[in-house]
């Protein structure tokens, strides 16, 4: 698999894609005897994969992880689906950010900062600082450099504990293994798994088994596909969600076109009140928001627009 097959393989149908997609859940389901299930997550791309599942497999059991930082459209919409099983991480979302730090840039670059921050001396820190001379390209941004010196944490160990590790214990005591609604095109990082992978379908690869039926497909892709068969997607993506997952996540705050701040401050100011005090070292995730913002000139949506331009011009002294 190399990156020239990818494109050919994204460059097909729609109902390429389809009868592609099913093929793989069917050799997976096949390969595990039935020992597998959909994460479902009441997200487009994961209601794409159990519409596609049940195609074949009508029975196939389904599970939810209620991170504590769902949509309350998201979890109304999951409880419209017969055989899903619920799970929840053992801690929450503001014990999680006090202990380990806030979500904040992406996955990739929270996880370097906090590196550097825990052991600067590290290999990983010293190789992302620059001081060992190394072809390895996690390196933090420069933009952000400012956080390894800020008093709080940051890290990206909410996917791990909100949601991972309560998936593969479910994992573990049911003896089952994921079919998951991820895509090549999401990111740099799922692209080269995918051609690493060489297939939709990883086996037992460091003991466990997962699909991935619609790598190969693309955002406009799951669209059509929920337009031409007329698929029930959660009503969040009526009023404006662009993207589902922890309502605060940190990852892509940063960018102008993200709207997620704003739109749960619109529909759920309660909740935008709590998550925005919660904290770490003593410094409230507000704080932390507010900081990352105004490096790209950006507000908080209930804060004054003057406010990003003073802080980004500390930062830049």
Same mark, same amino acid.
């Given at each position: 698999m190399d990156i020239n097959e990818l494109k050919e393989r994204q460059a097909w149908s729609l109902d390429q894609k389809i009868d592609h997609s099913i093929g793989v859940i069917e050799d997976f389901y096949s390969r595990l005897n039935g020992k597998c299930y959909v994460s479902f997550s009441g997200g487009k791309d994961s209601t794409i994969v159990l519409w596609l599942a049940r195609k074949v497999f009508p029975n196939i059991k389904g599970c939810f992880c209620n991170t504590g930082n769902e949509y309350p459209d998201i979890v109304r919409f999951v409880r419209t689906f017969d055989n899903i099983d619920w799970i929840s991480p053992k801690? *929450?979302?503001?014990?999680?950010?006090?202990?380990?730090?806030? %979500?904040?840039? !992406?996955?990739?670059?929270?996880?370097?900062? @906090?590196?550097?921050?825990?052991? %600067?001396?590290?290999?990983?820190?010293?190789?992302?600082?620059?001081?060992?001379? !190394?072809?390895?390209?996690? *390196?933090?941004?420069?933009?952000?450099?400012?956080?390894?010196?800020? %008093?709080?944490?940051?890290?990206? $160990?909410?996917?791990?504990?909100?949601?991972?590790?309560? /998936?593969?214990?479910?994992?573990?005591?049911?003896?089952?293994? %994921?079919?998951?609604?991820?895509?090549? /095109?999401?990111?740099?990082?799922?692209?080269?798994?995918?051609?690493?992978? @060489? /297939?939709?379908?990883? =086996? +037992?690869?460091?003991?466990?088994? $997962?699909?991935?039926?619609?790598?190969?497909?693309?955002? &406009?892709?799951?669209?059509?596909?929920? *337009?031409?068969? +007329?698929? &029930?997607?959660?009503?969040?993506?009526?009023?404006?969600? *662009?993207r589902t997952g922890c309502m605060f996540c940190g990852y892509g705050c940063q960018f102008k076109d993200d709207n997620?701040?704003?739109?749960?401050?619109?529909?759920?100011?309660?909740?935008?009140?709590? =998550?925005?005090?919660?904290? &770490? +070292?003593?410094?409230?995730?507000?704080?932390?928001?507010?900081?990352?913002? !105004?490096?790209n000139h950006i507000s908080l949506p209930d804060e004054d627009k003057q406010l990003k331009l003073d802080l980004f011009d500390d930062l830049i002294k």
């Open positions: 801690l *929450k979302p503001k014990e999680v950010l006090e202990k380990y730090g806030f %979500p904040l840039i !992406s996955k990739e670059q929270s996880s370097i900062i @906090g590196d550097i921050k825990r052991n %600067p001396n590290s290999i990983r820190s010293m190789r992302a600082l620059g001081l060992i001379s !190394s072809s390895y390209s996690g *390196k933090y941004s420069k933009k952000y450099e400012y956080l390894i010196t800020e %008093p709080y944490m940051v890290d990206n $160990k909410c996917c791990l504990k909100l949601k991972k590790e309560p /998936s593969h214990k479910y994992e573990k005591d049911n003896g089952v293994y %994921p079919i998951l609604g991820t895509m090549a /095109s999401e990111s740099n990082q799922r692209k080269t798994d995918y051609i690493k992978g @060489g /297939s939709c379908n990883i =086996f +037992n690869k460091n003991g466990r088994s $997962k699909s991935m039926p619609l790598s190969i497909w693309t955002e &406009n892709d799951v669209w059509d596909c929920i *337009k031409k068969y +007329n698929i &029930n997607i959660c009503s969040i993506y009526n009023i404006g969600a *662009k997620r701040l704003e739109l749960v401050r619109n529909l759920y100011p309660k909740w935008y009140d709590i =998550f925005m005090n919660y904290t &770490n +070292n003593g410094v409230t995730y507000r704080e932390a928001l507010r900081k990352v913002l !105004s490096v």
